[in-house]
């Protein structure tokens, strides 16, 4: 098995325990009176399962993303042409305008 494959498993199999241990507390501490809620509900399996997957699938992302990003070498010199930015200096533009005409009260519809 390919490298990469084998540490994208290992990591998504660490996200989901931390996402089972994560839902545990959640129950555990009571947080948004959470444990009522699944507890007195009669699709409480349902929902327990929902919790534990769709946190998995964000904490396997994230255990996957900081494993990749942690093979990244410290002379990594591939960054490209490092080139002068040209400062920006604003251009003063001349425009005519003429003066808006008044008025009257009574165009506006006041007597």
């Given at each position: 098995?390919?490298?990469l494959?084998?540490?994208?498993?290992l990591?998504?199999?660490?996200?989901?325990?931390?996402?089972?241990?994560f839902?545990?507390?959640?129950?555990?501490?009571?947080?948004?009176?959470?444990?009522?809620?699944?507890s007195?509900?009669?699709?409480?399996?349902?929902?327990?399962?929902?919790?534990?997957f769709?946190?998995?699938?964000?904490?396997?992302?994230?255990?996957?993303?900081i494993?990749?990003m942690r093979?990244?070498?410290?002379?990594?010199?591939?960054?490209?042409?490092?080139?002068?930015a040209?400062?920006?200096?604003?251009?003063?533009?001349?425009?005519?305008?003429?003066?808006?005409?008044?008025?009257?009260?009574?165009?506006?519809?006041?007597r």
């Amino acid at each position: 098995m390919p490298k990469l494959i084998r540490l994208y498993i290992l990591q998504v199999l660490t996200g989901f325990g931390l996402s089972a241990l994560f839902v545990g507390a959640l129950l555990w501490f009571n947080v948004a009176n959470l444990w009522h809620l699944i507890s007195t509900s009669d699709v409480a399996v349902v929902a327990v399962i929902m919790l534990v997957f769709f946190n998995g699938v964000v904490f396997a992302g994230v255990q996957f993303a900081i494993s990749i990003m942690r093979m990244a070498e410290d002379d990594d010199t591939s960054g490209g042409k490092r080139q002068r930015a040209i400062p920006q200096v604003p251009a003063r533009v001349r425009v005519a305008a003429k003066a808006p005409k008044a008025r009257s009260l009574r165009v506006l519809g006041h007597r």
